[in-house]
C-alpha cells in the first residue's frame, strides 16, 4: 500500500487554529484516524472517520478534543483532514494519519497503514 502522507502542521500560539491534511491510498479506507505522540508518551487516538456504504461518515473523539476538533475526509481526492481550534500546549505532538479497511477504533494496533507524522507546537 501507498504511505499515506501528512502535511500542515507547524507552530501556534494557545488559542489559535491549524488544520492537517493526510494523502491516502485511496485503497481500503473504510475508517481513516489521526493519532498524536508526545515526547516520552504513547501514540494516542485523536479522531476517526467511517465511511458507511451508503457514503454517511461517523466521526469519533477522543474525550480531550472537548469539542475542539474536526475531522473529515474528501473521499473523491482521497484526502483526511484535521481541524484544530483552540488548540492548547497540551496538543503539542507529532500527528499521524492512519488507515485500516475496517471497523473504526481509537487504538493504533487496529491500523494497518501510517504516514510520518507531522510535527504540532502550540506555545503558550
Known amino acids: 500500500h501507498a504511505q499515506l502522507v501528512e502535511s500542515g502542521g507547524g507552530s501556534v500560539p494557545a488559542g489559535g487554529s491549524l488544520k492537517v491534511s493526510c494523502a491516502t491510498s485511496g485503497y481500503g479506507d473504510y475508517c481513516l484516524a489521526w493519532f498524536r505522540q508526545a515526547p516520552g508518551k504513547g501514540r494516542e487516538g485523536v479522531a476517526s472517520?467511517?465511511?458507511?456504504?451508503?457514503?454517511?461518515?461517523?466521526?469519533v473523539y477522543a474525550d480531550f478534543v472537548k469539542g475542539r476538533f474536526a475531522i473529515s475526509r474528501d473521499s473523491a481526492k482521497n484526502m483526511l483532514y484535521l481541524e484544530m481550534r483552540n488548540l492548547e500546549p497540551g496538543d503539542t505532538a507529532v500527528y499521524y494519519c492512519?488507515?485500516?479497511?475496517?471497523?473504526?477504533?481509537?487504538?493504533?494496533?487496529?491500523?494497518?497503514?501510517w504516514g510520518q507524522g507531522t510535527q504540532v507546537t502550540v506555545s503558550a
Open positions: 492512519a488507515s485500516v479497511d475496517s471497523a473504526c477504533s481509537l487504538y493504533p494496533d487496529s491500523f494497518s497503514d
Open positions: 472517520i467511517y465511511t458507511f456504504a451508503d457514503g454517511r461518515m461517523r466521526p
